[in-house]
């Protein structure tokens, strides 16, 4: 079987590591628009052979997959459909969902199209980053799977539960909103605890010697690709507003208990918020 990946970072570079791992006579091509990136996971044995573009990966494989950010994704993605042959699948990995399916909408090899998102990542970016247990034990999301061939979606199902995943379904709007709570939103926290406390601590060996484990903990995602997170944070915009200002309500009432010196309100608050465990445990 030959696959091609477009896009040789974490994502791309850890799911060819994946396949390569579980499957024989698997052929693995790669394309990324960094050459550099390119070399580093031929270098790294993540692909077999190195393509020329992205139209030359197309040609050589039956299944293609596209782990560049989603911006790249929605725009090139009715061209890259274009160029399908009979029996090929195109499958993008991208964090957000209804501007790329709404780009290919009526795109008359819609059905050689499939939707996916695969919940598992690191901090780290580029094919260094890459191992081959990313996916263990994690959730492939796939987005209108009705208007994909059902052979594709039936054979993705199964590929994705040899490397250890789980699949559920979900409208592309289901996919966006709930994203944007439980991922994008934790991202955007992230970042802005860390400009906090940069501006807050010049001496950075100050910070890192009373950083305890909550603070690398909460922290760790700032350290994510801004060239991956900035067009996903566009993309999504509006659901990630609307997290946003949920969030933020729930911090302003946080500080007005605190600015009362509430405790019994502060103690109901902390309780309440600790219901998570339900779901996380």
């Not at 091609?4 to 006579?25: M, N, P, Q, T, W």
């Not at 628009?33 to 190195?50: R, S, T, V, W, Y």
């Not at 890259?80 to 009526?106: H, M, P, R, Y």
Request: proline share 3%; aromatic share 8%; charged share 25%.
């Amino acid at each position: 079987m030959n696959i091609s990946v477009i896009g040789l970072g974490l994502i791309g570079g850890s799911y060819a590591l994946s396949l390569k791992k579980r499957f024989e006579d698997l052929t693995i091509y790669g394309w990324d628009e960094n050459e550099e990136n390119l070399k580093k996971a031929a270098e790294l044995g993540l692909i077999d052979e190195m393509c020329t573009s992205s139209a030359d990966a197309i040609s050589k494989g039956t299944w293609i997959l596209l782990a560049i950010p989603v911006n790249a994704i929605e725009e090139n993605l009715p061209e890259l459909l274009d160029q399908l042959q009979e029996g090929q699948v195109l499958i993008d990995f991208g964090s957000t969902k209804k501007s790329i399916c709404d780009a290919i909408g009526n795109h008359p090899k819609r059905t050689q199209f499939i939707a996916a998102h695969p919940i598992s990542g690191t901090e780290y970016s580029g094919p260094e980053a890459a191992f081959d247990s990313l996916f263990e034990d994690k959730v492939m999301i796939v987005c209108e799977q009705e208007k994909s061939d059902p052979g594709f979606v039936e054979r993705f199902r199964k590929q994705c539960k040899a490397l250890g995943m789980s699949t559920t379904y979900l409208t592309a709007e289901e996919h966006d909103i709930h994203l944007a709570y439980v991922s994008h939103l934790s991202h955007v926290i992230s970042f802005g605890l860390s400009r906090t406390v940069l501006e807050k601590e010049e001496d950075e060996n100050k910070i890192l010697d009373l950083a305890g484990s909550g603070f690398a903990s909460t922290v760790r995602l700032a350290k994510s690709s801004p060239e991956m997170w900035t067009p996903i944070f566009l993309n999504n915009r509006v659901a990630v507003l609307e997290s946003m200002d949920s969030y933020l309500s729930k911090i302003s009432e946080f500080r007005e208990l605190l600015h009362r010196k509430d405790e019994a309100g502060i103690t109901s608050y902390l309780k309440e918020s600790r219901a998570i465990r339900k779901i996380l445990d």
